[in-house]
């Protein structure tokens, strides 16, 4: 008799450890979590004549499921010059607060020792561009050069969105031109990124500031 009590209490326990799953609240999902990320990349209408659209990351673009993607852009008309645009969506806003925290530290830095033959000039924010978002959470902007050529990297988020932009850079050095874009039209392109978040942004949240 004396385990009677016991026996009693498991049971109680196993059969409300079966409901708690049930108790446990889902996270609510974030404005705009139903339509598709790559309506956010950059379009043609962005580029100058010349330019074509070499890869999308995945393939299909409409797949509201699908919560990172990247599209890449070349220069045909010059044979070089790119750009490169990846965007994240992350559930919760303090994860995309994490994600751009992580390529601000990695992705202006090299990530080797560069070889001595090698080039590498540190990314500064340069004076020729001077545009700052103004709905972007965070927002950098810096140019410098690598051992494949002089770029321009701009990381931004928006609420519980993350995108990245990598834009070859039109630079003379030594008698070799560097085909890609000049400081005006790596501003005009970053307006155009930010005004499309800032579209969407007003979507999602068209109570925010």
């Known amino acids: 008799m004396k385990r009677l009590p016991l026996i009693i209490s498991f049971l109680i326990l196993t059969v409300g450890c079966q409901f708690l799953p049930s108790l ?3 996270p609510t999902s974030l404005p705009g979590w139903r339509s598709p990320v790559g309506e956010l990349l950059l379009e043609k209408t962005a580029f100058l004549e010349g330019w074509v659209r070499m890869r999308d990351v995945p393939s299909d673009m409409t797949d509201p499921t699908t919560n990172h993607v990247y599209r890449s852009w070349w220069w045909e008309a010059a044979g070089s ?3 490169e645009q990846d965007i994240w ?3 919760t806003v303090e994860n995309a607060e994490k994600h751009y925290a992580e390529l601000r530290q990695t992705q202006f830095h090299p990530s080797r020792t560069p070889h001595p033959d090698e080039l590498f000039v540190e990314f500064v924010p340069p004076e020729e561009i001077t545009y700052q978002s103004q709905i972007a959470d965070e927002f950098y902007l810096a140019c410098g050069r690598r051992w494949g050529g002089p770029m321009c ?5 928006y609420r519980n969105y993350v995108t990245q932009l990598r834009i070859d850079q039109e630079m003379e ?3 070799y031109t560097n085909r890609g874009l000049t400081y005006p039209e790596i501003e005009t392109l970053v307006e155009t990124v930010d005004a499309k978040f800032a579209e969407a942004m007003e979507e999602f ?3 925010s500031p």
Not at 153 to 157: F, P, T, Y
């Open 205 to 207: 949240y068209p109570s």
């Open 81 to 83: 010059g790119k750009v």
């Open 173 to 175: 050095c030594e008698g």
């Open 24 to 26: 446990v609240l889902e």
């Open 153 to 157: 990297i701009v990381v931004a988020h």
């Open 89 to 91: 969506r992350s559930y």
